[in-house]
Structure formats: C-alpha cells, structure tokens
C-alpha cells in the first residue's frame, strides 16, 4: 500500500510541474499579445512597411521599378496604405484575440490540474 502511496505523489507532483510550466508559458503568450495589440503596425514580419505612409510608398516605387509597371499617383498610393494598414490592424486584433483566449483557458485548466494535484498528492502524504 504504501509502495501505491509513493506512486501516486510521484505522479501528482509531475503533473503539478508541468502544470506549472504551462501556466508560465500561458502567461509570457498573454503578455506578449497584449503587446501586440498594443501597437499592430510594428508586429511580425511583413514585407510593406506599414509604419508610414513614406515608408510604404517607397516600398511601392521600388516594387514597380523593378518591374517597369504602372507607377501609381499619391492618391492611388495611399489608399493602398490605408487598406494595407487596416487589414495588419485588423490581423494582429483577431490573432492577439484568439491567443489571449486560448492562453487564458489553458491557464484555468492548468491551475485546476495544479490545486487537484497537489491536493491529492497532499492527502495521499498524510496517509
């Protein structure tokens, strides 16, 4: 019996390890996307500058050298970087969304697999 006692707590304290470990890894997700929502134009890896409207006309005359096309006006121009820059804001919102949803249920999973575990390794000490 007491060989079965051992057992058990080894096993409770393994889960409450990796619980913990989760619960840190959830928490470092949470904040680095509410850094990201934060400031959606300066997350990732996007190839268009989005910082500026300058920045991303310059990225626009360049493509269009290289390719001999048409060269938009200003006018034309910006209302790319206007759609471009709504659709990385509206990206980043959802992708941050959803990670900050996931993160937190996971955290609740895993505080609730801690507290029963560690209750149970706790009782089956006292036995």
Known sequence: ????NK?????????CVVAVITFII?????????????DPLYTGRFEQKL?????????????TQKDQAFIPDDETINGMYEAAKEN???TV???TFRTMIVSSLI???SLILFGV???LMRKMGKE
């Open 117 to 119: 575990h560690w209750w």
């Open 7 to 15: 057992i058990i707590q080894v096993y409770a304290v393994i889960i």
């Open 88 to 90: 990385k804001i509206m």
């Open 93 to 95: 919102q959802h992708q």
């Open 51 to 63: 910082a500026s409207f300058e920045n991303f006309k310059m990225d626009v005359l360049k493509t």
């Open 107 to 109: 955290i609740i999973i």
């Open 26 to 38: 959830s928490v470092s997700s949470i904040v680095s996307a509410a850094i990201d929502r934060t």
């Open 1 to 4: 019996m007491e060989k079965k």
